[in-house]
């Protein structure tokens, strides 16, 4: 088992800034891709950015240049810095990762629970 777990949501106002973390646990050998999503109420969840185990980021064009992704593999956690915060982006953001098992050696994929975020105008 895999768990992930997120940190840093909350309540910020318009033009703020947060920064989220997620951290992965469990029997681990290597963790290839780590991302974020977030889900709005009444929507589908959509990818916010991803990173891989050699620094290469990801993003919906839609968010870049405010959020900026990164990750430490030694301590197996990945980072979400979102600034320029808009209402819009109010949303539950979960946390995801996918690697290898440390005993097995087969895949994993792993989802958090997510992590609350609310900009208010």
């Known amino acids: 088992q895999v768990q992930l777990v997120e940190s840093g949501g909350g309540l910020v106002q318009a033009g703020g800034s947060l920064r989220l973390s997620c951290t992965a646990s469990?029997?681990?050998?290597?963790?290839?891709?780590m991302a974020w999503y977030r889900q709005a109420p009444g929507k589908e969840r959509e990818l916010v950015a991803a990173?891989?185990?050699?620094?290469?980021?990801d993003y919906p064009n839609s968010m870049r240049g405010r959020f900026t992704c990164s990750r430490d593999n030694a301590k197996n956690t990945v980072y979400l810095q979102m600034d320029s915060l808009k209402p819009e982006d109010t949303a539950v953001y979960f946390c995801?990762?996918?690697?290898?098992?440390?005993?097995?050696?087969?895949?994993?994929?792993?989802w958090g629970q997510g992590t609350q975020v609310t900009v208010s105008s």
């Open positions: 995801y990762a996918e690697g290898t098992y440390l005993n097995v050696r087969s895949a994993f994929t792993s």
């Open positions: 469990g029997s681990i050998f290597s963790v290839n891709i």
């Open positions: 990173i891989t185990s050699d620094g290469h980021t």
